[in-house]
């Protein structure tokens, strides 16, 4: 398996593998506009491809964390989609942890998501409420509001309110 960027020659590819992945168009819409716009970071749109077929796709995005008036730059992972005779193989794993890994190198001290509490724990992912981080943009559970820690100590001493990329919001 190759873990690698995501390119152009890759898009109607993601796009297939998105609405396979899951029920309606709203993951794959999501993934044309942050593609679309001009905080997106190539590097952190991510394939699995085993044997010339993407079997996988994880995108992370700019995002905030408001304190004060002040806005931390933190990242966001949404969405990640394995196709479905894939699943249960380790890629979704591995593109977490390689975007992880890029996040970090680009500076990022957190990445946000919503995800399954029981999946992404495995990944170093704790419920984001327990640590002074709040989110208003949309109503979700304690259990599925997550944040991982990208630098050292970042958990710790920041805090606020997190907000995805308004490219989020313009989904339903």
């Known amino acids: 398996m190759n873990i690698r960027t995501e390119t152009g020659a890759d898009y109607e590819k993601v796009h297939t593998l998105l609405t396979r992945a899951f029920p309606g168009q709203e993951e794959a ?3 044309q506009r942050l593609r679309a716009d001009n905080s997106f970071q190539q590097e952190l749109s991510i394939v699995a491809e085993e044997n010339g077929k993407i079997t996988g796709h994880i995108m992370f995005s700019q995002a905030a964390l408001w304190e004060g008036g002040h806005a931390h730059s933190v990242a ?3 969405p990640l989609a394995v196709l ?5 193989q380790g890629i979704g794993g591995k593109l977490i942890e390689e975007g992880k890994r890029r996040c970090r190198s680009l500076g990022y001290p957190l990445v946000f998501l919503f995800g ?3 999946y992404y724990p495995r990944y170093g992912f704790v419920q984001a409420r327990n640590y002074g981080m709040e989110m208003t943009q949309f109503t979700v559970s304690d259990e599925v509001f997550m944040v ?3 630098q050292e100590g970042a958990l ?17």
Do not use: D, K, M, Y
């Not at 479905?84 to 249960?88: A, L, S, T």
């Not at 805090?159 to 313009?170: K, Q, V, Y």
């Open 76 to 78: 966001a992972l949404a």
């Open 29 to 31: 819409i999501l993934v």
């Open 84 to 88: 479905p005779e894939f699943q249960r």
């Open 116 to 118: 399954h509490p029981s």
């Open 148 to 150: 991982a820690e990208l």
């Open 156 to 172: 710790h001493s920041l805090h606020g309110e997190f907000r995805f990329h308004p490219a989020f919001e313009e989904l339903g």
